[in-house]
């Protein structure tokens, strides 16, 4: 199943169960996978036009007066576009509003560089008292949908729209500030976040043949990130690989080297090298940008190398 139409059923369980969750979309909700819900739900979803600054602003007004709104739209205009209003109306105001940015980095591809947006963590992260929330599969979107709605705070909840292969058995317990170890070992720790979650274990398991053990962690939560298990990881291992779907400015590359600033560990990174996107199917820019398997195993050697 697609992660748009899990996310679409979470909503829907959420809209059913209180009155005061209200969606707002920005012209965009049958991308977003949630155009069947516009008739069963009449009264808390609303259509703001392509206005995502407005959509911002009504939401921290809404959430003013109780309601608990999410709203949604692709990742650029959910996160550079709105970026004063998440600053000022929600995360200052302290306002309880959920953000969705669907089709994050390359996952964009025939919407090209425009519509690729490799910076918004980076433009989101320093934001303070923004948590800033990846899912991975459909099994931790579905536990994650309703410890969102339950946090009394702004959280950028960053959405892939199409299908991903599950890495969480069913009866996953999710903790939002807490990281998940996938993979335990010796050599290597690989901190990811988001679509790239099952590369790295596919690649951990290539590196495992050679001789190399990784300590693999999803890392969903990249602000506030868990600090906590990243130094334990690393201090373990003594080298470290970060790979994400987004500029290795900013996002989690940036976040573990924050957290590993006073530790003397090397740190690589497979991600997006400070580049715009271009048009393209998603194998083709996996290539471009290097956010392949094979580059993984590469760089998780390059990694080893440094100790």
């Not at 059923?9 to 969606?23: G, S, Y």
């Not at 977003?32 to 939401?59: P, W, Y």
């Not at 980076?122 to 339950?150: H, K, T, W, Y």
Request: with cysteine; aromatic share 6%; glycine share 6%.
């Amino acid at each position: 199943m697609e992660m748009r139409a899990i996310y679409a059923e979470c909503l829907a369980k959420l809209m059913e169960a209180d009155k005061h969750v209200v969606l707002l979309d920005a012209d965009l909700a049958k991308a977003s996978g949630t155009i069947k819900l516009r008739e069963r739900f009449k009264d808390q979803i609303f259509d703001c036009g392509v206005a995502e600054q407005n959509m911002a602003s009504i939401a921290a007004g809404l959430s003013s007066y109780g309601f608990r709104p999410w709203i949604e739209s692709f990742t650029p205009f959910a996160s550079r576009r709105i970026c004063d209003q998440v600053a000022i109306s929600i995360a200052y105001a302290k306002q309880n509003v959920k953000i969705v940015g669907t089709d994050p980095g390359i996952s964009a591809e025939l919407n090209g560089g425009t519509h690729m947006s490799m910076e918004d963590i980076g433009v989101l992260r320093s934001i303070p008292e923004l948590v800033i929330f990846e899912p991975v599969d459909g099994v931790q979107l579905r536990a994650a949908m309703p410890v969102l709605n339950e946090y009394p705070g702004a959280v950028y909840v960053r959405l892939f729209r199409k299908e991903l292969p599950d890495v969480f058995p069913e009866d996953y317990k999710f903790d939002l500030f807490k990281a998940d170890t996938l993979k335990e070992g010796a050599d290597l720790s690989i901190f990811v976040s988001g679509m790239l979650t099952k590369d790295v274990l596919d690649a951990a398991e290539a590196l495992e043949k050679e001789g190399i053990s990784c300590d693999v962690l999803n890392i969903h939560t990249i602000k506030p990130i868990d600090r906590e298990a990243v130094i334990a990881s690393a201090g373990k291992t003594r080298a470290v690989l970060t790979v994400e779907n987004h500029n290795i400015i900013g996002g989690l590359h940036s976040a573990v080297l924050e957290a590993l600033a006073e530790e003397k560990i090397p740190v690589k990174a497979v991600g997006v090298m400070d580049r715009f996107g271009e048009v393209g199917k998603l194998p083709y820019l996996r290539e471009v940008t290097g956010l392949t398997k094979e580059n993984i195993i590469k760089t998780a050697k390059e990694a080893v190398a440094l100790k």
